[in-house]
């Protein structure tokens, strides 16, 4: 329905029409209009130019700073109403108005009566003074008296319900003390569904206020004269009003919602922004601790400017996926601020590498068969609890305790014995957690919310989820499940600011053992690896293990030569995002006694500190020890 945006876009693409033919005294240059003053005289004091968020076409007198648009533009030049000069603008623009299909109530007997003059009644006292509304206000809204004489109720204050046509069709009388439920008692003619206080709104007027109740509406019209206030009829129950007024609803291009301040102002508030557009109705936040306008009013805080300032800052119920430029700019500022600083430390299990895990990224770690993921994924995630993160390794192609067994492997430099393990398992104490998905099955949504109670219950910032077939759900062929699963697992991480290492195989291609794999060789669908920030691998050199196989004499070819005399294996980067990583190729030296990787020129070192008991030494004295170099 609201289409008063659109005209103003469309209208501005027409001004140079618009100018012409209403505005003949107005010159143009370099694009540029210029008239003497906004009623159209001749002179260059008045200049046009295109609001920078909307684009709309504006005028501004330079002389006042009075600024017009061009829906004031073409209504001056039309010289009617704004309310008339709409329907003229639609049909410049070829703009049709829809209307919801409804049919509309035949409207109900004029009532009679409309009560009696309120001043000097016990409803006038009430009124001026517990909700301190002044008696002027009182005559605008056209408030009398009656008495009520019920159990509860001796007097009441009656108002009329004046439809868009301008026709009396319903009283209402409230009492002026609650029953034994807490409540005022109500009675009146039979309702018909319309806005309270439409004789107050004229052709002109482009904004309005709506609030809750009749006494709201009143309290913002004595707060500030600035926008002319109306009620729902019937408090959040009842939104036939829409319907019943939707052409003169039509009329503007603001609706302020001035609703209580509870669940159920909010929801109304959003219905009536659902239904008379997003893009015009803004929801008012009361503020000072008062659940409506009233209670403001009789706070003492209730200033013309406060209210003002209110109206100013009321925001659309955007959708939540549209942000602003400014909308979460010192969690953007944080962030960048964050990773500044840690891009400064090399800690990653390789220091002399130009690589390392970021907080809210998603990567996937990929290789052949063999080529030592299991080994190298944990080794980094070692070295990521060395340096004060807690990981949880989602282990569903090795079984945990596999994993505390290689962990105390890596950590000791051999395979471990029973004290070993018991005392790796004691450093890794709330450091190290596993998802048991060998013996507890479970499929990509289960193991979403598994891993977000680990954040909350026990702080855990890195996940290695080996690997990804191996979730229950998720087939080798079933490529919009993976898809899903790694955009679930993004959308996972940037949420909780957690660092997610996703192991996928690479396929085993008739060259697989002389070329390093690529996002092109991962296994199952290429639409995974869109929404990752990184890709690593690791690249088995079979060649130099068994280089007879692969030498043809002299005409050995010079890759198959460089492969080997190369490294026992290559850590590859191939993707990688947000300006903190590069792509890179970098060798690495595997020991097979201590299941380590290390750079060529690095040291087998454990990648975790953890304290000898009985020899009362650390892993840190033992780096230096003779440990064979084996290949794989």
Known sequence: MNDIDLIKKSLSSRADSVMTQYYPNATQKNGTWMMGDLQGNAGQSCKSFHGKANGVFMMKDCATGETKDILWLLQEGLGVSFKEMLPKAREICGIVTIAPVTVKKEKPKTPKGRGKSIKGTPAFEYLTQDRQLCSDILEKYKVGYTPMNTESNKHGWMIPYIDTDGDLVHTKTTGIEKNAKGKKEITGTKPHSTLWGWWNVDSNTRKIIITEGEVDAMSCAQITSKYPSLSLPSGCADMK??????????????????MDMDDAGEIAAKTISDKLGKA????????????????LLCSGGGTPAYLEGLLSRAKTFDPPSILGASDGIEDAIRENEERLESIKVKNFVFPDMDFKLIDADTGILTGQSGSGKTDLANLIMLNEMQHGQVVCIVAADTPANDLRILSAWQIFGHSPDAHEIRLACEAMEGKLFFIDAVNHRMGGDELLKTMEYATQRYGVTRFLIDNLFEVDDIKKDDYNKQDQFVRDLDKFDKTHRTNSMLVAHALMGDDHATKKPTLRDIEGSKGMTKPIQYAISIFRNRVKENPAEFENGDQTPQKIENLITGSDAYFNVFKCRNGFRKELSQGLEFDVSSRRFRTPYGRFKSPLEVSMNQENITLTELEDQDTSEVPF
């Open 241 to 258: 009003w829409i319907d019943h007024d939707w052409d003169q609803l039509a009329q503007f291009e603001t609706i302020y919602l001035a």
């Open 280 to 295: 015009r109705c803004r929801r008012v936040k009361i503020g000072k601790n008062c659940n409506d306008v009233n209670e």
